[in-house]
C-alpha cells in the first residue's frame, strides 16, 4: 500500500531557520501582545497583499467576528452568503448576534451567484459575505454593484485566496474587507492565523482595538474587542513561509495542469476553468463528478481513493443548510432548484499541493478511468 497522501499538506520552514527566530523569542520573552515578529509578519503581509490596512488575528474565524462588528451591522440584520463553504463562514455571523441567509452558486464558479443574492434582499439585509471558494474568485463586479445599488457592506471570506490578484490589483482591494485564513491547510499558513484587510486605512484603528479587548492604554478601554492576536510562534513560522510561498504556488500551478490533462475528456467531469485576467491563488483542486454521466458518484470515486490510501475530500459537503442549526433555512435562488442542491453531492477535492507528483496524478487519474470494483460489486449485488 502506498503511504497516505492527503488533500493537502501544510508548507514548514526549515527547523534551523526557526531555530534562530526561536532564539530571538527566548532572548527578548516577548512571546505574544503584538511583539517584533508580529510587527515584522504584519508590515511583509501588507505589502505583500498590496492593501493600505493589513491586520493579523490568532485564526481566520476570529477576523471574520471582528470584521462584521468593525462595520456596525445593526443587530439582527441579515447577512447574505453561500452555503458551500467551511463553517466559520456562517458560524460567525451567527456569532455577531446577525443572521445568515443563504445564497445560490454559480454552476461554472461555484462562487456566490449575484442573481441569487438579489433574489435574498429584504429591508433587513446589511452586507453580502462572499467566499472565494476553493481559490476561485467571486463575481466582484456584480456583487459590488448590487452592495452600491442598496446600501450594503460587502465582505470576502478570502480564506482560499491568499494572494490572488483580478486585473493586477490585488484581491483584498474588492469590497469593503477581506479576510484571510493561515490555518495549516491554507497556502500560506501560520500554524493557526489569520489575517483582516480592508482598502480603507481608516479601519487600521478599530480592528487594532477589536483584536485586543479594546484596550487603548492603561487606562482606557474603548471597544468590545476580544483576544484576537497572533504569538510570536505562529508570526515566526509566517516570517519563514512567506518567502516561500510562490514556489510552492508555481507547483501547485503546475499541478493543476497535470491534473487538467489527466482528467481531460472524461464524459461527467469537470474541472474548474481557468479565469481570466485572474492570477489564481492555487488553494484546492475541486472537481464536479455527473454520476449520471459518469456512471460512478463522487462518494464512489471518494471511496475508492480512500481504499488506496488517498484522502481526497468532499468540500464543503454538508453544506449549511445542512447543518442542524440552520436547517430549514431557505437557500435563494434564481433558478427553479437551487443549484448548490446538486453539486454538493458532486464536489471532491484531489490531493493538492506541491509535492504531489506524476505518479500520484497517474494512479489518481487511473481510479477516474478505470471501471470501478465498487461498481462491480454493487452490479453483482
Ligand atoms: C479555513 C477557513 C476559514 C477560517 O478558518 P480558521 O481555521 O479559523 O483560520 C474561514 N472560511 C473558510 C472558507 C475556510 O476555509
Known amino acids: 500500500m502506498r503511504?497516505?497522501?492527503?488533500?493537502?499538506?501544510?508548507?514548514?520552514?526549515?527547523?534551523?531557520?526557526?531555530?534562530?527566530?526561536?532564539?530571538?523569542?527566548?532572548?527578548?520573552?516577548?512571546?505574544?501582545?503584538?511583539?517584533?515578529?508580529?510587527?515584522?509578519?504584519?508590515?511583509?503581509?501588507?505589502?505583500?497583499?498590496?492593501?493600505?490596512?493589513?491586520?493579523?488575528?490568532?485564526?481566520?474565524?476570529?477576523?471574520l467576528l471582528a470584521v462584521l462588528k468593525l462595520f456596525d451591522l445593526p443587530p439582527g440584520s441579515e447577512v447574505i452568503t453561500t452555503p458551500l463553504t467551511f463553517a466559520a463562514t456562517a458560524h460567525a455571523i451567527h456569532w455577531n448576534g446577525?443572521?445568515?441567509?443563504?445564497?445560490?452558486?454559480?454552476?461554472?464558479?461555484?462562487?456566490?451567484?449575484?442573481?441569487?443574492?438579489?433574489?435574498?434582499?429584504?429591508?433587513?439585509t446589511s452586507a453580502i459575505l462572499g467566499v472565494h471558494v476553493y481559490g476561485t474568485v467571486c463575481d466582484v463586479e456584480a456583487l459590488q454593484s448590487i452592495a452600491n445599488e442598496h446600501g450594503l457592506k460587502l465582505i470576502y471570506d478570502a480564506a482560499h485566496a491568499f494572494g490572488a490578484e483580478i486585473d493586477d490589483c490585488p484581491v483584498a482591494m474588492f469590497g469593503n474587507a477581506s479576510v484571510f485564513s493561515f490555518h495549516a491547510t491554507?497556502?500560506?499558513?501560520?500554524?493557526?492565523?489569520?489575517?483582516?484587510?480592508?482598502?480603507?486605512?481608516?479601519?487600521?484603528?478599530?480592528?487594532?482595538?477589536?483584536?485586543?479587548?479594546?484596550?487603548?492604554?492603561?487606562?482606557?478601554?474603548?471597544e468590545i474587542g476580544i483576544n484576537g492576536k497572533m504569538n510570536e510562534i505562529q508570526a515566526a513560522i509566517g516570517l519563514l513561509n512567506l518567502p516561500q510561498v510562490e514556489?510552492?504556488?508555481?507547483?501547485?500551478?503546475?499541478?493543476?495542469?497535470?491534473?487538467?490533462?489527466?482528467?481531460?475528456?472524461l464524459p461527467g467531469i469537470r474541472f474548474q476553468a481557468p479565469q481570466s485576467r485572474v492570477k489564481q491563488s492555487e488553494q484546492y483542486y475541486p472537481v464536479v463528478i455527473d454520476a449520471t454521466i459518469f456512471g460512478r458518484?463522487?462518494?464512489?470515486?471518494?471511496?475508492?481513493?480512500?481504499?488506496?490510501?488517498?484522502?481526497?475530500?468532499?468540500?464543503?459537503?454538508?453544506?449549511?443548510?445542512?447543518?442542524?442549526?440552520?436547517?430549514?433555512?431557505?437557500?435563494?435562488?434564481?433558478?427553479?432548484?437551487?443549484?448548490?442542491?446538486?453539486?454538493k453531492s458532486q464536489v471532491l477535492c484531489?490531493?493538492?499541493?506541491?509535492?504531489?507528483?506524476?505518479?500520484?496524478?497517474?494512479?489518481?487519474?487511473?481510479?477516474?478511468?478505470?471501471?470501478?470494483?465498487v461498481r462491480r460489486v454493487r452490479a453483482a449485488s
Open 3 to 63: 503511504s497516505p497522501l492527503y488533500v493537502t499538506r501544510p508548507m514548514l520552514p526549515d527547523l534551523g531557520h526557526l531555530d534562530g527566530l526561536l532564539k530571538e523569542i527566548w532572548a527578548s520573552r516577548i512571546v505574544t501582545n503584538g511583539g517584533p515578529l508580529h510587527g515584522r509578519l504584519e508590515s511583509e503581509l501588507t505589502s505583500y497583499l498590496g492593501v493600505p490596512t493589513a491586520m493579523l488575528f490568532n485564526n481566520g474565524t476570529i477576523g
Open 297 to 343: 458518484s463522487r462518494d464512489d470515486i471518494y471511496e475508492e481513493l480512500k481504499a488506496r490510501n488517498i484522502f481526497a475530500r468532499k468540500y464543503f459537503h454538508p453544506i449549511c443548510t445542512d447543518y442542524e442549526p440552520y436547517r430549514g433555512f431557505p437557500i435563494f435562488s434564481a433558478r427553479v432548484e437551487p443549484y448548490v442542491q446538486k453539486v
Open 186 to 222: 491554507k497556502l500560506f499558513n501560520t500554524l493557526e492565523g489569520g489575517l483582516v484587510a480592508t482598502p480603507n486605512p481608516d479601519d487600521r484603528e478599530k480592528l487594532y482595538y477589536l483584536r485586543n479587548f479594546g484596550i487603548r492604554n492603561e487606562d482606557e478601554v474603548v
Open 98 to 124: 446577525l443572521r445568515p441567509v443563504f445564497a445560490d452558486v454559480c454552476p461554472e464558479t461555484l462562487t456566490i451567484d449575484p442573481a441569487s443574492v438579489k433574489k435574498a434582499i429584504t429591508a433587513k
Open 350 to 373: 484531489l490531493p493538492f499541493f506541491g509535492d504531489v507528483d506524476k505518479k500520484d496524478v497517474e494512479e489518481i487519474s487511473l481510479v477516474f478511468r478505470r471501471p470501478s470494483a
Open 247 to 265: 514556489q510552492e504556488r508555481c507547483r501547485r500551478r503546475a499541478l493543476r495542469e497535470m491534473y487538467n490533462d489527466a482528467l481531460d475528456g
